[in-house]
């Protein structure tokens, strides 16, 4: 079967750093992705990641390891704006083409 | 500037009264795809079209059905509504099928809303 694990809550302080983890187990593997969602809106692209190592975009970074099945979210310089759900997706082999496989998101409250 | 519009943001609809959602795209993509999402789930693929082309999900029921008629729209249908369909319902499109490992990023709506009473 197909299983995508994150924290389900997580709570940060503004101007802090965090780290979101993401550990799968899925039938292949073809790219990790990361979205945000705010609340009552549509999920936005953050990053994807194929190779091992570290992938960083302004104070948004992301990490994979495919020989452990895990993938971390950085934020860094914590915003009240980035308290939004962050969902992991793994794209996977054959089924549909292009297919993701979603975890059930991390909900990020970032504190005063 | 809105890319990829769902209407209507809420809908309520009555156990077993048939209701269609709706989605357009600006992006001119190839794939467009509805998911389901409940509360605190993950986001779960029901189907999706490559240009005209429908996949179906295995495990989808039989009670959702899609239409696409033009690259830029795509119907959800809910044929007998019941009170486990509850959800939210995304749409996206990404350019391509993306296979290999190829990015493939989806650029989805912002959903709608579905209660059944």
């Known amino acids: 079967g197909q299983n995508i694990d994150q924290p389900t809550e997580m709570t940060a302080t503004e101007g802090a750093i965090v780290q979101i983890n993401c550990t799968y187990q899925t039938s292949g593997f073809n790219g990790l992705f990361w979205y945000q969602q705010h609340a009552g809106e549509a999920p936005t692209f953050l990053s994807y990641n194929v190779l091992d190592g570290l992938e960083e975009k302004g104070r948004f970074s992301s990490f994979l390891s495919r020989s452990k099945g895990y993938s971390y979210l950085l934020l860094k310089e914590l915003q009240m704006k980035d308290s939004a759900s962050y969902l992991c997706?793994?794209?996977?082999?054959?089924?549909?083409?292009?297919?993701?496989?979603f975890g059930k998101g991390t909900k990020l409250s970032v504190k005063p | 500037d809105a890319m990829v519009i769902q209407n209507p943001r809420y809908q309520v609809t009555q156990f077993g009264k048939p209701v269609t959602l709706s989605c357009s795209q600006t992006?001119?993509?190839?794939?467009m795809y509805w998911y389901q999402q409940k509360s605190s789930q993950a986001p779960k693929l029901l189907f999706h079209?490559?240009?005209?082309?429908?996949?179906n999900e295995a495990d989808t029921p039989d009670n959702f059905q899609s239409r696409r008629p033009n690259t830029s729209f795509c119907f959800l249908d809910i044929r007998s509504p019941g009170l486990g369909d509850a959800a939210m319902y995304l749409c996206?499109?990404?350019?391509?099928?993306?296979?290999?490992?190829?990015?493939?990023?989806?650029?989805f709506g912002a959903g709608t809303r579905l209660s059944v009473l």
């Open positions: 992006l001119n993509h190839n794939v």
């Open positions: 079209y490559y240009d005209k082309d429908f996949n």
């Open positions: 997706a793994v794209k996977v082999y054959g089924g549909s083409q292009g297919n993701l496989i």
């Open positions: 996206a499109t990404s350019r391509d099928a993306g296979t290999g490992t190829a990015k493939n990023i989806q650029y």
